[in-house]
């Protein structure tokens, strides 16, 4: 019957594919322009990232800064409205979908996936943030640059008196 | 009856004859290495026009699909089924007739379930496995509760007297649904099996071992598949099928087990599922303990046709091609995933 092919399907399960951010980020490490990275101005990109973080999860409640206030009312009466469809639909355990006495295989491939699940998130996150550091490296690296190119022609100027 | 053999010809010769003729078309190791090596489904299509499926795939429409493929083996075991069944005189129809008992069960439990999520039941129907069908299929979705059921419906299917010990008022949820799963596929085995020891003989020495085999692995299964979920202990213990080896003692236990480790250690004081449970394990590379369970079923199938003159090679027949259909399904997953890693993982049988 179905439930011997679904059998064993499970062993796909317990090998997580690699998420497609991953080979993006090989690409930010191979083609690196920065050698080292100011731990200061990451630090102001981080409320973005918990935008992000937001985004992904609308039943988290995080107090952040005043732009994005609009950001959370919105969110908070989208939460309201869905929380109770978010209620009835999240006690469904997916499982259950196969009977009641499903094979052990099936309930690993669950575990394993739910464990995956947080670690492609962080990965993500952390592609923004280092995507993110990037830019603000190459921007100040002009910055430098233009300064640079104005004090040495501030300089030229009076020796050229 | 003594000297049964001599009379068994007149009514069962022929078939029995055909029922060897299809068993030797039964994939070979061979055929299992050249479907291994195919790339995609249209080449698994080739190379089993080579064999005794001959061109049962040329009229679908492509791309090819690996459920089409399954419904189509389905389908030719089924033909041949059906053909035995139609020239089949007493006592082989009946027993024929308990052979697809057990796909009426499990046809009955998906309409229920299906019933349960609001499918419409044309779209139930074809899912059901055509060996298990009766006449009152389309009808189940009226009933609400199991007695309702019984009464209007089931009753005049072959499969009400394994209803006895089933009929509750409660509501048909996930958890009753699986209870009454499991108590119609206990009522049946255990019927199954005096039916096979009444008919004596060769039949009985030959099917009893294997439907011992098939109660004992139900009752491991299910204790295993339990840890973790609400089914109580008690109501466990009313599902396990009692005409295996581990009954009364290995039975009691296994009720009683509450993790992994203590229903291994019931299997070690039987010498057969001893064996099954070593070198069971979830990673890559170890098979799991149904793999081991699916083996042996085969070996004890395999028996069966080394004896004559008996009805055991009409059930083995049908699980042996139940087997190879699973195999043949495992490898075109397999091929149609490209995830290649454990494509040798399906159950030669020859």
Not at chain 1, 58 to 75: A, K, N, Q
Not at chain 2, 86 to 91: D, I, V
Not at chain 2, 156 to 182: K, V, W, Y
Request: proline share 4%; with cysteine; glycine share 6%.
């Amino acid at each position: 019957m179905k439930e011997g092919r679904l059998q064993k399907r499970n062993a796909f399960g317990n090998q997580c594919k690699k998420p497609a951010g991953l080979t993006s980020l090989q690409l930010l490490e191979a083609g690196s322009r920065m050698n080292r990275i100011h731990q200061g101005p990451v630090e102001t990109l981080t409320a973005e990232v918990q935008g992000v973080r937001r985004r992904k999860n609308p039943t988290e409640m995080d107090t952040v800064g005043s732009e994005d206030r609009e950001h959370t009312s919105s969110l908070e009466r989208w939460d309201k409205t869905s929380d109770n469809a978010v209620e009835k639909v999240l006690p469904q355990d997916p499982l259950k979908w196969f009977g009641v006495l499903v094979p052990q295989s099936l309930r690993q491939a669950q575990q394993s996936f739910k464990q995956a699940i947080p670690v492609s998130v962080e990965l993500a996150s952390l592609q923004v943030q280092l995507h993110d550091a990037q830019d603000l490296y190459s921007h100040l690296l002009e910055k430098k640059q233009q300064l640079l190119l104005s004090k040495n022609r501030g300089r030229d100027v009076p020796s050229s008196d | 009856m003594p000297f049964s053999e001599f009379t068994f010809n007149v009514d069962s010769g022929y078939l029995e004859g055909l029922v060897r003729g299809f068993k030797g078309g039964i994939l070979k190791r061979t055929d299992y290495v050249n479907l291994v090596q195919c790339d995609t489904l249209e080449d698994l299509k080739l190379h089993l026009q080579s064999t005794d499926y001959g061109s049962f795939l040329a009229n679908e429409a492509s791309p090819l699909t690996v459920s089409v493929i399954d419904d189509k083996l389905k389908e030719k075991m089924v033909v041949e089924f059906s053909h035995m069944r139609n020239h089949a005189y007493e006592p082989l129809a009946g027993f024929l007739d308990f052979i697809t008992y057990s796909y009426m069960i499990d046809n009955v439990i998906l309409l229920i379930t299906g019933t349960l999520h609001q499918r419409a039941i044309s779209e139930l129907v074809p899912k059901c496995h055509p060996l298990g069908s009766f006449e009152q299929m389309e009808a189940v979705n009226i009933a609400q509760t199991p007695a309702e059921l019984y009464n209007a419906i089931l009753v005049d299917t072959p499969l009400a007297p394994f209803f006895q010990d089933c009929i509750s008022e409660q509501d048909l949820d996930e958890m009753n649904i699986e209870i009454i799963r499991n108590t119609l596929y206990k009522a049946y085995l255990e019927s199954f099996f005096n039916i096979c020891n009444q008919l004596g003989g060769t039949t009985a020495e030959m099917m009893c071992p294997i439907l011992e085999f098939e109660a004992d692995r139900r009752a491991i299964i299910i204790t295993i598949n339990s840890f973790g979920t609400e089914l109580s202990k008690e109501d466990r213990a009313k599902l396990f099928p009692r005409c295996g080896k581990l009954h009364p003692e290995g039975l009691a236990q296994l009720a009683r087990a509450d993790d992994y480790e203590q229903v291994k250690n019931v299997a070690d004081y039987y010498p057969d599922y001893k064996q099954l449970f070593e070198g069971v394990g979830s990673n890559p590379g170890e098979k799991t303990l149904e793999d081991r369970f699916f083996e042996h079923e085969v070996k004890l199938n395999i028996l069966a046709f080394l004896n004559q003159f008996h009805f055991g090679v009409f059930y083995s027949y049908v699980k042996l091609k139940e087997q190879e259909c699973r195999n043949i399904v495992w490898i075109a997953e397999c091929i149609a995933q490209r995830h290649r890693a454990k494509i040798d993982n399906y159950i030669p049988i020859f």
